[in-house]
């Protein structure tokens, strides 16, 4: 989760992100949800960016849209929560 929610650097945010994001299994798909939730505003921006860049970019992580409909039913809120705001990402190529 450090990676996710770097406060320092924001490229490993965006890069970790988008690793997660084209490996796209529910395990991986969780860990950036749980930081969805619990990010701030410019940590959250850069999370969207590297699963946009998944998501256009080269190997897409096609399996990340199957992924955030299983989190959706969740059990942890946290999770719900997160992958709801990576799905509302749809328009600008999210899950």
């Not at 490993?12 to 991986?28: C, I, N, S, Y």
């Not at 999370?47 to 897409?60: F, K, S, Y």
């Amino acid at each position: 989760m450090g990676l996710l929610l770097d406060v320092e650097d924001t490229a490993v945010t965006r890069r970790t992100a988008e690793a997660l994001a084209r490996v796209g299994t529910v395990a991986a798909m969780r860990l950036v949800a749980l930081a969805v939730a619990e990010a701030d505003d410019n940590q959250a921006d850069w999370l969207q960016t590297g699963v946009h860049d998944a998501r256009v970019g080269p190997g897409r992580g096609s399996d990340a849209a199957a992924a955030c409909g299983t989190l959706a039913r969740d059990p942890e809120e946290a999770v719900r929560r997160g992958a709801a705001n990576i799905s509302a990402w749809a328009d600008d190529t999210g899950c």
